[in-house]
């Protein structure tokens, strides 16, 4: 599955962002897909994640409470809806999909697919 993430750009703190992550090639059936992010200087980061049998979804500890995972019933596009953004998350955002069926999975090694990832940029 070939992902495209879009969406990215420049925010004041505390504003919003929706990322859209779309699957070509296939649809997200039978797919866990995350979102992840890297900072300059930093290690690449895990953000949220879906599964989607069943929707179960995850978020890392910075971002819960203020992001959301979701997806698109023709099973083709997942979204990170952004709220309350700070400065620190400035990043590459990237989305990622795994056939790995058990849930969650957060590590970078557990996604086999990478889109080409979408800037975001949160001015203070």
């Known amino acids: 599955v070939q992902l495209q993430a879009s969406g990215g750009g420049l925010v004041q703190a505390g504003g919003s962002l929706r990322l859209s992550c779309a699957a070509s090639g296939r649809t997200f059936s039978s797919y866990t897909v995350g979102w992840f992010r890297q900072a300059p200087g930093k290690e690449r980061e895990f953000v949220a994640g879906?599964?989607?049998?069943?929707?179960?979804?995850n978020y890392g500890d910075s971002v819960k409470g203020r992001f959301t995972i979701s997806r698109d019933n023709a099973k083709t596009e997942v979204y990170l809806q952004m709220n309350s953004l700070k400065p620190e998350d400035t990043a590459v955002y990237y989305c990622a999909a795994t056939t790995r069926y058990t849930f969650p999975r957060v590590s970078v090694n557990e996604y086999d697919y990478w889109g080409q990832g979408t800037l975001v940029t949160v001015s203070s």
């Open positions: 879906i599964r989607w049998g069943g929707g179960f979804t």
